[in-house]
């Protein structure tokens, strides 16, 4: 059964501290993404990488990080520097190269204690 | 239509007429769009893609058209039924693979 999966479904931010959120996909893509969705707006993209061991910033990357170890692992940490964390957050993969179709896992909200 | 801020716009059918819902894109270079679903505390899910260089693109109870003079999308569902209750957004791919994607409109089906 192939797909993208995210956790974990909730998570619980404490003032100062450091949070990652798994994506893990097995579709053989080699582009994740991540983004954040906040009531009522488009989803922003965060960070993106096009292949192994490469990623660029999108257009909110400010307070977050990413690695890519993994071709089919791409996690996300919001460092204590992002001073608004609560949100969704939105894990994607495509195929590479541009005009290709997202798709999406099923998301993990962040809610700070 | 698109909107930004806490309240989508809502768009409410009868179960069993057809929706139609519109997203107006800003970039006329931009040349790959999806529709996507996405039911609430859920990620989006696909529904139909369509590239520039087709006005109109047919899948299961769903059409898509595209009119790139006026720079306008919309998704047409057929014979609406309660379980596409759901907020719709489009996406659009302005450059390599980049998308905008839009707020959404929110379709409420009565039954």
């Known amino acids: 059964d192939g797909g993208i999966t995210q956790s974990p479904k909730y998570l619980f931010r404490k003032e100062g501290q450091n949070v990652t959120l798994s994506c893990e996909q097995n579709l053989n893509h080699d582009a994740m993404y991540w983004y954040r969705q906040d009531p009522g707006q488009g989803l922003r993209l965060i960070y993106y990488?096009?292949?192994?061991?490469?990623?660029q910033k999108g257009d909110i990357a400010e307070g977050y990080s990413v690695s890519r170890e993994k071709k089919e692992s791409f996690p996300l940490t919001v460092t204590s520097a992002q001073k608004n964390p609560t949100a969704f957050y939105l894990c994607?993969?495509?195929?590479?190269?541009?005009?290709?179709?997202?798709?999406f896992g099923p998301g993990t909200r962040l809610l700070v204690l | 239509g698109e909107s930004v801020g806490l309240h989508l716009p809502t768009l409410s059918v009868q179960e069993g007429d057809n929706s139609i819902i519109n997203c107006a894109y800003s970039?006329?270079?931009?040349?790959?769009f999806i529709w996507y679903k996405q039911e609430s505390g859920k990620g989006p899910q696909f529904i139909i893609d369509?590239?520039?260089?087709?006005d109109k693109r047919q899948g299961q109870r769903v059409t898509v058209l595209l009119n790139k003079t006026v720079k306008h999308l919309s998704l047409q569902i057929a014979a609406t039924q309660p379980g596409d209750s759901a907020v719709y957004f489009c996406a659009e791919n302005r450059y390599f693979n980049k998308f905008y994607f839009g707020s959404g409109t929110k379709l409420n089906v009565k039954p």
């Open positions: 970039n006329s270079a931009s040349d790959y």
């Open positions: 990488s096009q292949i192994v061991n490469d990623f």
């Open positions: 369509i590239r520039s260089n087709m």
């Open positions: 994607a993969s495509s195929m590479a190269g541009g005009g290709e179709t997202q798709y």
